[in-house]
């Protein structure tokens, strides 16, 4: 139904698919890989990874945010990769995203 | 700022700065470099090679135990460590060691993995079982003493394994534990390697500073500790950030274990660790520099050491009567789990009238789960 609407608002949503690793699948009820629909907000064109952390902490996260997110960012120590891609290399906050992308988050957190 | 670079494509800026080919997939902490998985990989495995040729932390045809615990830590050194080996001819025989300490949920699920890098590494795997060494499983002390004081039994006992399993060789008094008797000639060791980076190794500087405990800070930067007739100890990942090492193993999709053992809160470490992931984001050579500090640390040659000897029941080092790990199972055997918690050694390393039973219990926090006592 929202994809219906947002569609002839002329909105476009994008399908990512997410990973979530290192332990960070236990905060979305253990689930590791999500294939998602994301609508980019309204009066926006472009989804950045901005959006999609609140986006995910909206909507995936259901337990311990804390542990995921710090600020508007990712906790220190949590890996984020953009098609296998660091994502310092793109601009983290604002990198910007494109229909098909695979975002991964790792937890460097955990004993070895 | 950051936006424009990122809008702006510039195809230098995306380009590995090794091998000036390739797309750049991650920057490294340590050098802030550019570089591409395959330059990644060898970057990273020629570094590691380069501290064991370096420290010659090694020779041919010695045994090595690779401390495994199914973690991304000991699964990235368990693989790392078989590829140097075959790549610059080692001569070591490799085999992995996991300790057992009978947690069910946590180490049961993480020994799987370690079987499967058995078989995915091609590297016997060993595993001693608490319950076999000592007759209690952490699952029972648990049930006996409750979650307070657990990861002090835990720490104790782990440490004291590895001695074991050298004593056992070096001179066999440990009738303390038949178990291992039996299966001692199984289980000669000349080297046990950890996983233990940099990340780690910072944060052990700090809670030393903080603890005040300055015989610790003097040798938890050394690559290769327990010289002094314990079990030579060596640590190749001593300069690798744990970014790196979660990098490279997820690149190589290496199959390891990520849940925190249960019975561990673990909260003073995990402050230190969150403190140096923010000062790291700040500045990503932090974590390498705390290590450098702390390497350079000089103690004034007054300062009083504890003193060290061997227990008189086990024979493991000691600086009291009995060794910790004899105390406390003492304790747990006669019914009274909390003989053994809490400072028994008083300031400047004084020995206090061994052991305490009572006003320990402020010390409880200090002696957290995963406490790096080199």
């Keep these: 139904m929202k994809g219906i609407a947002a569609r002839h608002l002329g909105v476009v949503e994008m399908h990512l698919t997410l990973e979530f690793g290192g332990g960070l699948e236990l905060l979305c009820q253990s689930v590791k890989i999500h294939n998602v629909e994301v ?48 994502w310092e290399l793109s601009g983290q906050l604002d990198t910007r995203l494109k229909e098909k992308d695979v975002i991964v988050f790792i937890s460097t957190l955990h004993g070895g | 700022m950051e936006e424009s670079e990122a809008t702006t494509k510039k195809p230098r800026s995306r380009q590995c700065c ?7 997939a991650l ?13 990644f990989y060898d970057a990273f495995e020629e570094e590691i090679h380069k501290v064991i040729v370096q420290n010659q932390l090694f020779k041919p045809g010695e045994r090595v135990a690779v401390g495994a615990s199914g973690g991304k830590d000991s699964t990235v050194l368990a693989y790392v460590m078989s590829e140097l080996n075959r790549r ?12 057992d300490e009978g947690i069910t949920g946590y180490r049961d699920d993480s020994l799987e993995t370690v079987k499967r890098n058995e078989i995915q590494y091609g590297l016997p795997l060993k595993i001693v079982s608490y319950k076999d060494l000592y007759g209690w499983s952490m699952d029972e002390i648990v ?9 002090t039994f835990c720490g104790v006992f782990r440490r004291q394994v590895r001695e074991l399993i050298y004593f056992v060789f070096a001179r066999p008094v440990v009738s303390l534990i038949p178990a291992l008797d039996r299966g001692a000639a199984l289980l000669k060791v000349d080297k046990l390697v950890t996983g233990h980076n940099a990340d780690d190794i910072a944060e052990t500087v700090l809670l030393n500073i903080l603890r005040g405990d300055i015989a610790r800070l003097g040798r938890c930067t050394s690559i290769t500790t327990g010289e002094d007739g314990t079990i030579p100890r060596c640590k190749p990942f001593n300069f690798e950030n744990l ?12 199959d390891y274990f990520s849940t925190e053992c249960i019975y561990s809160p673990n909260a003073y470490r995990g402050f230190a660790r969150e403190f140096i992931k923010d000062l790291e984001r700040i500045r990503p050579r932090a974590i390498l520099d705390i290590i450098k500090s702390g390497e350079d640390f000089r103690i004034s040659t007054t300062t009083k050491m ?54 320990g219990m402020k010390n409880i926090g200090s002696k957290q789960c995963g406490t790096l006592d080199f």
């Excluded at chain 1, 995921?68 to 098609?83: A, C, I, T």
Aim: charged residues 30%; hydrophobic residues 30%; positive net charge.
């Design chain 2, 306 to 359: 504890p003193e060290q000897g061997t227990c008189e029941r086990c024979g493991y080092i000691s600086s009291q009567k009995w060794c910790k790990a004899c105390v406390l199972l003492e304790g747990l055997n006669r019914g009274l789990p909390k003989l053994g918690i809490g400072r028994t050694r008083g300031r400047n390393g004084q020995q206090r009238d061994a052991p305490q039973t009572n006003g």
């Design chain 1, 39 to 86: 609508d980019p907000q309204t009066g926006k064109e472009k989804l950045t990874m901005r959006d999609l952390l609140s986006w995910v902490h909206a909507n995936l996260i259901k337990e311990r945010p804390e542990m995921f997110m710090k600020g508007d960012s990712v906790r220190p120590g949590v890996l984020v990769l953009v098609n296998d891609c660091d």
């Design chain 2, 18 to 24: 090794i091998c000036k080919d390739r797309r750049a």
């Design chain 2, 143 to 151: 049930k006996a003493i409750g979650l307070k004081n657990n990861c």
């Design chain 2, 88 to 99: 610059h001819q080692y001569g070591l025989e490799l085999f992995l060691l996991s300790v």
């Design chain 2, 243 to 254: 970014d790196d090492i979660d990098t490279y193993a997820y690149f190589k999709k290496l």
């Design chain 2, 27 to 39: 920057k490294r902490p340590k050098n802030l470099e550019q570089i591409c998985r395959e330059c």
